[in-house]
């Protein structure tokens, strides 16, 4: 090393210095592989959350349902763990100007079941209901019979008479359909 008032400078040693050979190109590859590991990290441990049901209050609907409606109107009573997510009395497209009482829910098992009952009897209104179900079998459900209706992913149970058209539908099984059925109440 050679001093020039104070300042050092250094002197070649004659052996290489791997340091000096590195080029922008091995700093682009080495930003991408540490990237690289970064995404596969993120991919791996970020799980999305899936969104939170959100449960509604139907007291205001059925209020209004029991008040205009010409007929007893029913609810599913004493089904634990279910979850309101829709309640409404209005018309749909094929109840012929009838209003529809619907309730939405989401089941136990996160399976989609509906409750609807109108004064609307027709064959479109039934095959609006039941997602364009084909009736399968009679089913009697405490001594009433109702009409079982299936599409590949939705099942429902129909049940036409006293002026009132009740449907039960849903992405469950027949069985579950028939414990809401089971459930019904004025109450």
Avoid at 110 to 121: G, I, M, N, P
Wanted: proline fraction near 6%; glycine fraction near 10%; charge should be neutral.
């Amino acid at each position: 090393m050679q001093h020039h008032g104070g300042v050092t400078t250094p002197q070649p040693t004659g052996r290489p210095n791997a340091r000096m050979r590195q080029t922008v190109g091995d700093m682009v590859r080495s930003m991408g592989l540490v990237l690289a590991l970064i995404a596969v990290l993120l991919v791996v441990t970020l799980r999305p959350q899936p969104e939170a049901v959100k449960v509604v209050d139907p007291t205001q609907v059925l209020i209004a349902a029991r008040a205009q409606a010409p007929f007893p109107v029913v609810v599913p009573a004493g089904l634990t763990g279910y979850q309101l997510t829709s309640a409404r009395w209005q018309e749909t497209p094929k109840s012929d100007g009838a209003p529809v009482l619907h309730l939405g829910y989401v089941t136990p098992d996160t399976q989609y079941l509906q409750v609807s009952q109108s004064a609307a009897d027709s064959a479109s209104f039934i095959d609006e209901q039941t997602a364009g179900g084909v009736a399968v079998e009679q089913v009697n459900i405490n001594g009433v019979s109702w009409q079982l209706y299936a599409t590949a992913d939705r099942r429902s149970l129909v049940r036409v008479g006293a002026g009132v058209t009740t449907v039960i539908s849903g992405t469950t099984g027949q069985g579950e359909l028939e414990q809401v059925a089971r459930s019904l109440t004025a109450g």
